[in-house]
């Protein structure tokens, strides 16, 4: 999560920036700081059982059951560890498709469409 505390650091700072210009947007983007700040801290705070920490992170239920305490059956989902490259999903690969419009741009490849027209 430390993607989304690094965009609410980001939000915060437009919102200062913002606040100096006196535009109205700097309540925007402190709102939605605040909002995306108290729904990550409730994720981070759920609890999930063993069978749902399993599915979540990929350690066995056996692993993950030497990280709860005395007499809990369910774990925080901050505090569960991640095992490498576990739930990351790889976009698919496009047959015959070109790796870069960019690249293809810059080459001087153009790309017709054919477009239907509606009559």
Do not use: C, N
Not at 56 to 81: C, M, N, W, Y
Request: hydrophobic letters at 35%; charged letters at 30%.
């Amino acid at each position: 999560m430390d993607f989304v505390a690094s965009f609410i650091g980001e939000l915060r700072q437009r919102a200062e920036d913002r606040q100096s210009e006196g535009s109205p947007a700097a309540a925007v983007y402190a709102r939605v700081a605040d909002e995306l700040e108290t729904r990550m801290r409730a994720w981070e705070l759920e609890e999930v059982t063993l069978r749902e920490a399993h599915a979540i992170t990929g350690f066995s239920e056996s692993q993950l059951r030497r990280l709860l305490a005395d007499g809990k059956t369910t774990l925080r989902r901050g505090d569960l560890p991640r095992k490498p490259g576990h739930g990351v999903r790889r976009a698919p690969r496009l047959t015959g498709a070109s790796p870069s419009l960019a690249e293809d741009i810059l080459t001087g490849q153009t790309h017709t469409r054919t477009r239907r027209r509606h009559t």
